[in-house]
Structure formats: structure tokens, C-alpha cells
């Protein structure tokens, strides 16, 4: 599952950027008549600057291991892929 949520924002030089923020969590298969299910944490976090065209910016995202430690990776470039045709 994943929640995220996206907005138009300035930053301190008065340029527009589109901040897109990400949560996910494991996959979980709860019976339909289960009740409520237990709490689940998130195993990852993404925090997007783009540029206003929505073609280039930096990511810093971290992920949660096997051993359920956080792996970090800090301002990593993201550019707009054309989408492959099968």
C-alpha cells in the first residue's frame, strides 16, 4: 500500500518546485471478516523535489532492510523515463 501526496510549493529562491512525499508499507492479506488488523509500520519514505514540468529533481528516500534496519539515500538525481512498449 502506499499513501502519498503531492503539492506546489516556493522554495527560498522563489522558484516553483512539485514536492511529492511517499509512505509505503509491506503488503499484508487480512481475512475480509478479520476484524482489525494488526499496526503496520511503513518500509518506505520518499521526499521528491521536481521542477514545475514534472521532468527532472532530486529524491532523498530511505527503505527498511531484511533485518528491519533503515537504509538512507540522500539527494539522488530523478529524471521522467518515457515509458517502455511491451
Request: proline residues 9%; aromatic residues 8%.
Amino acid at each position: 500500500m502506499i499513501r502519498e501526496s503531492y503539492k506546489s510549493r516556493q522554495n527560498q529562491q522563489s522558484a516553483k518546485v512539485v514536492l511529492v512525499l511517499l509512505t509505503g508499507y509491506p503488503p499484508i492479506h487480512w481475512p475480509t471478516h478479520g476484524g482489525l488488523g494488526p499496526v503496520i509500520l511503513p518500509n518506505v519514505d520518499l521526499r521528491m523535489t521536481l521542477v514545475p514540468n514534472w521532468q527532472s529533481g532530486i529524491a532523498s528516500y530511505r527503505y527498511r532492510s531484511g533485518h528491519g534496519d533503515w537504509q538512507e539515500i540522500e539527494a539522488a538525481p530523478v529524471k521522467l523515463v518515457s515509458p517502455a512498449i511491451a
